[in-house]
Antibody
Framework: EVQLVESGGAVVQPGGSLRLSCAAS????????MNWVRQVPGKGLQWVAL????????SYADSVKGRFTISRDNSKNSVYLQMNDLRTEDTAVYYC????????????????WGQGTLVTVSS | ETVLTQSPGTLSLSPGERATLSCRAS???????LAWYQQKPGQAPRLLIY???TRATGIPGRFSGSGSGTDFTLTISRLEPEDFAVYFC?????????FGPGTKVDFK
């Protein structure tokens, strides 16, 4: 069974930094691209970032480009999101999502999601 | 960036009724990269449909997807009590994902 467990959410001041982690199990982690998607409670979904299965390709939403960095450690079956220069509008639940198909850059959809970790940016 | 619009915002129906949810894109979307998700309160989204019309593993046959180009539809043939939730469409390309704002299916 695929399991994705996010951690690292916290309350942080504007301008601060935070690193989220997602621990994966139940599948061959280094075969799949991984993503971060966020959601303001009660609102819609916003894709944040994608990393290819090898880690050599990344994409970002314009709203986080230059501030957030996605990375992965295939030896630890983990994907990370380093968030710098945080803003109040970054407040959300952050989900880790697994790409549906192995290999390639992305199949275009996410077939497994974690339960999310809450990031609150507030002074 | 492709913008997705979903309608209606809320759909009030009774169990056993048919639900038809619309997703419209600001520009043509490759059908292979159009997906639908279901989300219930306090839960993560669940993949229902990918490639515009293919059901994900374990998804009941009452869920179906259709459409092409800029207009896509998710149909639930007969609503079960567990289907009352929020539904999001999503597209991918090039190298970015975008989600629609969602349609809430609630009890009439």
């Amino acid at each position: 069974e695929v399991q994705l467990v996010e951690s690292g959410g916290a309350v942080v001041q504007p301008g601060g930094s935070l690193r989220l982690s997602c621990a994966a199990s139940g599948f061959t982690f280094d075969d799949y691209a991984m993503n971060w998607v966020r959601q303001v409670p009660g609102k819609g979904l916003q894709w944040v970032a994608l990393i290819s299965w090898e880690g050599d390709g990344t994409s970002y939403a314009d709203s986080v480009k230059g501030r957030f960095t996605i990375s992965r450690d295939n030896s630890k079956n983990s994907v990370y999101l380093q968030m710098n220069d945080l803003r109040t509008e970054d407040t959300a639940v952050y989900y880790c999502g697994k790409d549906m198909s192995g290999g390639g850059y992305s199949s275009g959809c996410l077939d497994s999601w974690g339960q999310g970790t809450l990031v609150t940016v507030s002074s | 960036e492709t913008v997705l619009t979903q309608s209606p915002g809320t759909l009030s129906l009774s169990p056993g009724e048919r639900a038809t949810l619309s997703c419209r894109a600001s520009q043509s979307v490759t059908s292979s990269y159009l997906a639908w998700y279901q989300q219930k309160p306090g839960q993560a989204p669940r993949l229902l449909i990918y490639g515009a019309f293919t059901r994900a593993t374990g998804i009941p046959g009452r869920f179906s997807g259709s459409g092409s180009g800029t207009d896509f539809t998710l149909t639930i043939s007969r609503l079960e009590p567990e289907d009352f939730a929020v539904y999001f469409c999503q597209q991918y390309g090039p190298s970015v994902f975008t989600f629609g704002p969602g349609t809430k299916v609630d009890f009439k």
